[in-house]
């Protein structure tokens, strides 16, 4: 059983430009949660969706980030137009059930976005 | 503000001794927590967990120990190996509300001195 696959696992991007990460959870799983991780820092929660769902964005930045996770293919974490603060590594994790059910989350290797 | 605390960035111990690594949060709301491990270039990997009903659990050579009181757990490896140098991060979680965030800290890098 695969784990929780990212791609890419290195993107640089300049400032201005789009940027999109793919999730792919382990089979079976249908919970995907994005966290951010900035240099020094712990990751930060920013989204948990559910298939065709958005769930919980509270730590989602209100402009420009978007998340999905459609009904085929794996959740997108798209960022438009990038800037140097979004340089940071972007990590996926996967449930099979609802976190209050389980106990823990199964993490992706992550993607490391550099904007330059 | 910093829910889950980690205030040593390092920790440097000599293999085979015991390494402890700390941890502090501050909402009361907390009622699971976790340790993550995590590799350079690899994702956090899930290496044990506490409930707050609990003051201790232990799982091989690590051992939790929660202390709800203080707000204040620690994870302990013993005795520690090379393999163990990684980061290692506190997380939290409260259940009772059905909150699927998980509120991490900022990592505490461990060395296994040879």
Known sequence: NAGVMQNPRHLVRRRGQEARLRCSPMKG????????????????FMVYLQK???????????????????????????IQQ????????????????PQGDTDTQYFGPGTRLTVL | DQQVKQNSPSLSVQEGRISILNCDY??????????????????PTFLISISSIKDKNED????????????????????????????YFCAAISLLNRDDKIIFGKGTRLHILP
Request: charged letters at 25%.
């Open chain 2, 26 to 43: 501050t909402n009361s709301m907390f009622d699971y927590f976790l340790w993550y491990k995590k590799y350079p270039a690899e994702g």
């Open chain 1, 82 to 97: 990038v800037v140097r603060g979004d340089s940071a590594a972007y990590f996926c994790a996967s449930s099979p059930r």
């Open chain 2, 60 to 87: 091989g050579r690590f051992t939790v120990f929660l202390n709800k009181s203080a707000k204040h757990l620690s994870l302990h490896i013993v005795p520690s190996q090379p393999g163990d140098s990684a980061v």
């Open chain 1, 29 to 44: 799983h249908s919970h995907v949660y994005w966290y951010r991780q900035l240099p020094e820092e712990g990751l930060k």
């Open chain 1, 52 to 78: 065709e769902n958005i769930i919980d964005e509270s730590g989602m930045p209100k402009e420009r980030f978007s998340a999905e996770f459609p009904k085929e293919g794996p959740s997108i974490l798209r």
